[in-house]
């Protein structure tokens, strides 16, 4: 309930969960992006007036400026799947509203709908826009149907690790558990080579009825083992 | 099933359908060795596996991990094929003038109303001096009143190449800046389209007025007659563009709003490409043909043709027989 993802149904039948990025990181790439905007610029302008500031350089320059402020994103997006540069750092991109790669017709129309967004003043409208809607989608992403999301991390190396003494082989539960019990103590074996050992031992130390004594952690971690089919 | 035995069984399809979306990703495929035949079929398979582990509750590094596999095929199989659209060709020939013609309602209403606000303040800038400076001030006045002076105005003077280019590039960068932001604005309820339309009329209507009172009705007529067909009509078709976007927020009809401006926006998109064609073009012209010292019934009958080329072209191309 307290994610922020998007679903999509593919033609499959499955759901796949698009996690939408919010104001946050997405104002982030940004300032990212109009920086770099902003140092294309700056060599632009050394470059073409560094044989003095004739109208052929100024009227190069003039050029180049209208195809950085209006082409840079839409090149990006379309060209390197979703991404511009600054969204590249901060881990974003930008996708169809169906998860599929961005194209032109709608790069196109959420980069020149910024200017809507802007209005009145300050990128009010988009701001407002992003924090009403549950995809955090500005003006121009609702009218060009898109979404901004998080690229996936690496898949974490949260597999539950292998038993590693004796003390951790397969062990039942002592009591049937629910599902979500079942899936809270495998969450707690995947997640407990990432804790420190004393904060680790205080959480398995909380079920008590059904470590049952000594070293709860392993026990815990035995009984994750049981639970996910590991042979002893 | 048990997580171990569920991976198990799904393990060797997994991985495998992970290296070929990574040969897929980059570009490659069965040309460079890689095989990637069975890749769609062990993608419906994943999504299976996806759907399982997600019902079964399965390890949440799993489902992530499935999720992952599936969201790659899914982007890859089903994205569009880029560029079937972006045709120039296509785009001029006749998807922008079909899409002109399919909002002629709008156009006209934006032609008549530009035109006829324009026609209506050059009337009163013609008849009184200084309704000019309601909206302008001295300074901009007289450097006008300079550029196009009949005696010695620069317009009189010719310029050389070096201006030329500068300008071309100015007048892309000003014009088709404004045309993408009076269209953008548009979705505003249609208020940033109807106050460029109007602010364009006024200038243009206050300037020709007051310029024919004073004697420089040749040398500013032949100056714009060739480029305005391209210009003032682009600028028109950005307005009429940005204003479908406001009717659509404003009277959606049948549709949600979301929809109706969605519909909008795509319908729209062609009219823009268009309109920022016509807008270089104008620069061009802008830039290196109106300040040319040429004869005033050359340039005026150069202008009358373009004017009829674009009305022609506007109204007929794309057309298909019997249409």
Known sequence: MID???AVQTPEGVDLALPVAGPAPRGLAYGLDLLIQGVALSAAQTLLFSAGQTGFAIGLYLIAVFLLVWFYPVLFEVLS??????????????????GTP?????????????????????YLAGVVSMCVDPSFRRL?????????????????????????????????????????????????????????SERADEIAAIPSSLTQGAEPRARLVAIAAWLLGRSA | MKLAAFEAQGRARWDRLAVQLDALELGQGAADGVDVADWPALYRQVCNDLALARDRQLSSALVEELNQLALRGHQLLYQARAGQWWSLGRVLGSEFPRAVRREWKLVLVCHLVFYSLALGLGALAYRSPDVIYSVMDEASVRQFEGMYDPEQGTMRKGRGAEDDAQMFGFY??????????????????GVGAIASLVWNALSLGLVAGHLTREGSAEPFFTFIAAHSAFELTAMLLAGAAGMRLGLALVAPGAHTRLSAVRAAAAQS????????????V??????????RLL????????????????????SLAGRARGD
């Open chain 1, 102 to 122: 961005i194209g032109w017709s709608a790069s196109v129309l959420r980069n020149f709908l910024l200017v809507a967004d802007f209005l009145p003043l300050l």
């Open chain 2, 269 to 280: 998109l062609p009219i823009i490409a268009g309109a920022a064609l016509m807008l270089v």
């Open chain 1, 81 to 98: 799947r979703g991404q511009t540069p600054g969204k590249r750092l901060v881990g974003v991109r930008v996708v169809h509203e169906n």
């Open chain 2, 172 to 189: 892309i960068w000003n014009n088709v800046s404004i045309a993408f932001r009076t269209f953008a604005s548009g979705l505003a309820f």
């Open chain 1, 4 to 6: 922020t993802i998007h």
């Open chain 2, 282 to 291: 104008a620069a061009g012209i802008e830039a290196f043909w109106s300040p």
């Open chain 2, 295 to 314: 004869p005033p019934a050359l340039k005026l009958s150069v202008g009358g043709v373009l004017w009829a080329l674009v009305a022609l072209w506007l």
């Open chain 1, 140 to 196: 121009g992403d609702l009218a060009a149907g898109t979404l901004v999301v998080h690229v996936a991390r690496e898949p974490r190396a949260l597999r539950a690790a292998a038993p590693a003494d004796e003390r951790e082989r397969p062990v039942a539960p002592a009591l049937p558990l629910t599902l979500e019990e079942q899936r809270a103590v495998i969450a707690f074996a995947e997640r407990a080579p990432l804790l420190s």
